[in-house]
């Protein structure tokens, strides 16, 4: 990620936004996308034991599959406000002994990190100006599942997008939103051996689940 863009993840979503979000998220419970998202996991996931979860926000995916079965996450973050947001919800749920924190840009740190059975990286590519390398490196650490949630690839997203940038110029000058085309995106995953088993949209977001068609020895496959 270039730095202009991490200084602008730090100040776009900084402690009173993700102070917002997290009483928004215990009020409501997750947004629509993210539900879609945590229920296409939990109906692919048979067996998977371990999630990394890429953008993790205040937790709803970390949350909801760690009582759904999964037995252990890592959630990379790069923004310090939500990373502290999001050990202070697991604590209160009681789970934060089973969640591994990172922060930092995910491409950054991905060599230091191990391969989970999934990986789910929710309204993060759209966050994200170098899509080919992230979608490399969740592919590269996933042994089984690929969850995203990103903005559909349409005229009117790119017009919404460019009135937000504008807004967002004046305000954290260096955050930008990124449309990334559906063929770059599944692209990059059928080079890694992933195939789509679902998808769901609301009208912003498309939410998509892929699964390698060659899963990685050890792991349990339907």
Not at 23 to 37: I, P, Q, S, V, W
Request: glycine share 6%; charged share 25%.
């Amino acid at each position: 990620m270039t730095c202009g863009q991490c200084c602008g993840i730090e100040q776009k979503f900084d402690q009173k936004e993700a102070r917002k979000m997290l009483k928004r998220y215990r009020k409501k419970g997750a947004d629509k996308a993210t539900k879609l998202l945590i229920e296409a996991i939990s109906s692919h996931k048979n067996g998977d034991t371990s999630l990394l979860d890429v953008g993790g926000g205040v937790g709803a995916i970390q949350i909801a599959m760690l009582n759904r079965g999964v037995a252990q996450a890592t959630n990379v973050e790069a923004s310090p406000a939500y990373q502290v947001v999001a050990k202070e919800e697991a604590a209160q749920q009681g789970i934060k002994e089973r969640i591994t924190y990172r922060q930092g840009d995910f491409v950054d740190i991905a060599p230091q990190l191990a391969a989970h059975d999934m990986v789910s990286m929710d309204k993060v590519i759209c966050c994200y100006p170098d899509a080919k390398e992230l979608i490399n490196q969740a592919a590269q650490h996933s042994n089984h599942l690929v969850a995203l949630a990103y903005p559909h690839d349409t005229w009117l997203a790119l017009v919404i997008s460019a009135a937000a940038n504008l807004f967002i110029k004046l305000r954290y000058r260096n955050f930008r939103i990124y449309i990334h085309s559906n063929t770059l995106v599944g692209g990059i995953l059928k080079q890694h051996d992933f195939r789509q088993v679902h998808r769901a949209s609301t009208f912003i977001f498309q939410v998509m689940l892929w699964e390698k068609t060659i899963p990685t020895r050890g792991h349990r496959n339907r």
